[in-house]
């Protein structure tokens, strides 16, 4: 026998496939098949006409062949497999990959008569197969059945809307990056809020003139927002009769509306001296969304305590908290500061948050560091770069550094004459009045140092 070239069985498989999908192809398609070595493993690319014969689109096609098809029990889909790689390199082109898998068996003469699936590799298949891409060398892909392709298949509004959503991410990509974010940062930032937020798309939603958002009225995250606002206004009453309100739509509550509802009822406890029934609240919060302020709310608790937790407990709060955010950060100083430890308290939000001066002011009080704390106030007296919040509390502090100053720091548990005593320092005193005014006597944001 003389040595000659010899069709194997996998390609001739591929070539009557490619035949047969000859036979199906609707005419608003365009084929081009993709030959050589640099395709991997992508058969064809396909154009796409419009009902006006405009090409518009175009989609890559993996075309499989086989004459052993494996459907499954009760004939609703039809099975191949695929190596996990394959598929990875698919997940990466654009345009979009379609695999199609011609059932040749008993048709190979007659292929006109071989059915046709299709599906399409989109982003909602690689979600829905995340593990197994993770976990496993091949993965079987289950095709429905009544996905066939044939002269009448209509992809084209399918793949219409697909690039509306293209470009609709496109401008969402240009708001994000007019706002100075990182592209890929700024999704990440909008979809976790979708996902934990349900009624973020409605607040969306509502046009307004108004340069903040406001959650739809008569919602449940719309009173759970009212009753924030009533707590930091200090209406505690208010805050508690919304959520008693609340309390009777608990089975209608969201995870997120869950566990947020038991962080502002946390919250009113706490401001009422409550600590023990806070802190089962605040773990009612995180144990239902593991949130880094209902675990920082927590915490917060050991510092309102009387008396204060033993020591142990703040060296543990010490060694299982990072300085990934402020908040963070000022609570690992003030247990620093609790166990004698100012200076290294003070370098830590120096060092992380260095423009947070307020927080620096907060461990020097705890701390009696007086020459700290007159520094602070003397350098920032006049700063436009506080909050409200952060403006109320450096006053507050200020005052009361001063106020202390004034009357010897012998006040604590006395009751002062309404004229004072010879010996205050009137210098001090006013210095305390001046930063008393500057709080205004509306604000109170609920706050506790």
Not at 23 to 40: A, C, Q, R, V, Y
Not at 56 to 64: N, R, T, V, W
Not at 268 to 277: M, P, W, Y
Not at 361 to 388: P, R, V
Request: aromatic fraction near 10%; charge should be negative.
């Amino acid at each position: 026998m003389k040595n000659l070239p010899m069709e194997g069985n996998s390609q001739a498989t591929g070539r009557l496939a490619g035949r047969a999908l000859g036979n199906k192809l609707p005419t608003s398609w365009i084929e081009k098949e993709l030959d050589g070595d640099s395709d991997f493993g992508i058969d064809y690319l396909i154009q796409l006409k419009s009902e006006e014969c405009l090409v518009s689109f175009s989609f890559y096609l993996q075309l499989k062949g086989t004459t052993s098809p494996r459907y499954s029990s009760d004939k609703t889909f039809i099975s191949y497999d695929f190596k996990v790689k394959t598929l990875q390199y698919y997940h990466q082109q654009e345009p979009l990959v379609m695999v199609a898998v011609v059932d040749l068996q008993g048709n190979e003469n007659e292929l006109w008569k071989c059915p046709i699936y299709y599906c399409w590799l989109d982003e909602d298949w690689f979600e829905e197969n995340k593990n197994k891409l993770q976990t496993q060398q091949t993965i079987s892909l289950n095709i429905p059945i009544n996905q066939l392709l044939d002269q009448s298949l209509n992809v084209f509004d399918f793949y219409s809307k697909r690039l509306d959503e293209k470009f609709a991410v496109e401008k969402l990509k240009k708001g994000i990056q007019q706002q100075n974010r990182e592209v890929i940062d700024g999704i990440e930032i909008i979809s976790t809020a979708v996902n934990q937020k349900p009624k973020l798309l409605e607040s969306l939603a509502e046009q307004s003139d108004a340069p903040w958002l406001s959650n739809p009225e008569g919602t449940i995250a719309c009173e759970l927002k009212r009753c924030s606002e009533y707590i930091q206004s200090n209406n505690l009453e208010a805050a508690n009769k919304v959520l008693t309100n609340l309390f009777i739509k608990e089975e209608q509550f969201t995870q997120n509306e869950y566990a947020e509802y038991h962080y502002q009822k946390a919250n009113i406890l706490s401001l009422n001296g409550l600590l023990n029934e806070a802190e089962s609240e605040y773990l009612l919060a995180f144990d239902k969304e593991k949130k880094e302020r209902y675990q920082l709310g927590y915490l917060e608790c050991n510092f309102r305590k009387d008396p204060l937790p033993p020591q142990a407990e703040f060296e543990k709060i010490i060694e299982e908290l990072d300085e990934s955010s402020y908040q963070k950060c000022l609570i690992k100083a003030k247990c620093l500061a609790i166990l004698d430890s100012p200076e290294e308290a003070i370098k830590i939000l120096e060092n992380n948050y260095p423009e947070k001066v307020v927080g620096q002011m907060i461990i020097a009080s705890i701390s009696g560091m007086t020459d700290k704390l007159d520094m602070l106030i003397s350098e920032h007296s006049n700063s436009s770069s506080f909050s409200d919040k952060e403006a109320y509390i450096f006053n507050s502090l200020a005052a009361r550094c001063y106020f202390f100053r004034a009357t010897g720091n012998e006040v604590v548990g006395e009751i002062l004459p309404m004229q004072g005593k010879r010996s205050y320092d009137l210098v001090s005193m006013e210095r305390s009045f001046e930063f008393s005014k500057s709080l205004g006597f509306s604000k109170n944001f609920g706050v506790s140092v």
